[in-house]
């Protein structure tokens, strides 16, 4: 069976862009209503040379505000279930957030397979900004710019050895 590769992180870390970048053919879009807890998009991609389905959970944006412990398990439980590989996406220009912090620590506590992907690290300093992301505790961060396409490449090395 073709694995599922699902892409996870707080709002506006380049999930989506992520996901545009990677997808080839789009193949899903789950229950988009608003405030829906399950609402994801699926593509298929080849990723590393494996044919994966990949999943863009969108529904961490349109859960209500509550923990974010509350808006995991609301949002994201449905996707993980069926996750053999998790993407964990944080935002090197932004730096670390005490949400991506809770993510993190979530993910560490699961038994989920995990690659770090620091996003929007392109250009001059965004490979060392990309760093900070060893603080939590998952390993190497992937260096990538989703929306430049750089370091896309060792993203698909790191997920062709993960899977
Ligand atoms: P999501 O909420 O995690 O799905 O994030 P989106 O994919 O919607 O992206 C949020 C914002 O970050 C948008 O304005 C994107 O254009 C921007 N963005 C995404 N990837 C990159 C990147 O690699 N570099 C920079 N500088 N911006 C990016
Ligand atoms: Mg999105």
Do not use: C
């Amino acid at each position: 069976m073709r694995p599922t590769v699902v892409i996870l992180g707080r709002p506006n870390v380049g999930k989506s862009t992520l996901f545009n970048r990677l997808a080839q053919r789009k193949i899903a879009i789950v229950d988009d209503t608003p405030g829906v807890t399950r609402d994801r998009k699926e593509a298929e991609a080849r990723i590393g040379g494996h044919d994966v389905t990949l999943v863009d959970t969108a529904g961490l944006e349109e859960a209500p505000p509550d923990t974010v412990a509350g808006r995991m398990r609301q949002s994201s439980e449905m996707a993980l279930r069926a996750a053999d590989l998790v993407l964990f996406v944080v935002d090197a220009r932004a730096g670390l957030t005490p949400s991506d912090r809770a993510f993190a620590a979530w993910l560490r506590r699961s038994s989920l397979p995990v690659l770090l992907v620091s996003n929007k690290a392109e250009g001059r300093g965004g490979a060392v900004a990309a760093m900070e992301a060893y603080e939590l505790g998952l390993g190497d961060p992937i260096a990538v710019s989703a929306e430049h396409n750089e370091g896309v490449g060792a993203l698909h090395e790191a997920v062709s050895e993960a899977l």
